[in-house]
């Protein structure tokens, strides 16, 4: 019996299953505590728009600042660094001394 993904092969038999992510999503949920949970869900999805934390007192969000310079910093980062630029890399010709060929 060999297994590969969703394949299966055994004897001779061939077999295959579809595993879908979105049909379970596309499906309306009739229990009803599943239905609050996706309720949820998409409120929390709403309010996370722009990449901000959710429901944040302005303590976390001072702190996630902190935290956020404190890594900037020690990762080269400061005033005026641009942390999402790729770096630029530098590669000088190693200096080889030559050697006495005549013996």
Same mark, same amino acid.
Not at 16 to 32: E, V
């Given at each position: 019996?060999?297994?590969?993904?969703?394949?299966?092969?055994?004897?001779?038999?061939?077999?295959?299953?579809? &595993?879908?992510?979105?049909? /379970?999503?596309?499906?309306?949920? @009739? +229990? /009803?505590?599943?239905?609050? &949970?996706?309720?949820?869900?998409?409120?929390?999805?709403?309010?996370?728009?722009?990449?901000?934390?959710? +429901?944040?007192?302005?303590?976390?969000?001072?702190?996630?600042?902190?935290?956020? +310079?404190?890594?900037?910093?020690?990762?080269?980062?400061?005033?005026? %660094? +641009?942390? @999402?630029?790729? /770096?630029?890399?530098?590669?000088?010709? =190693?200096? %080889?001394?030559?050697?006495? =060929? @005549? =013996?």
């Amino acid at each position: 019996m060999l297994t590969r993904g969703a394949i299966l092969v055994r004897k001779g038999v061939f077999s295959a299953r579809n &595993f879908g992510i979105s049909a /379970p999503a596309a499906q309306k949920a @009739t +229990d /009803p505590i599943q239905a609050l &949970f996706v309720k949820k869900i998409q409120e929390y999805k709403s309010k996370s728009s722009g990449g901000n934390l959710v +429901d944040a007192s302005p303590e976390v969000e001072k702190e996630l600042k902190n935290e956020l +310079d404190r890594v900037s910093k020690q990762f080269g980062g400061g005033a005026g %660094v +641009d942390m @999402t630029k790729f /770096p630029e890399f530098k590669f000088e010709p =190693a200096k %080889v001394d030559p050697i006495n =060929a @005549t =013996a």
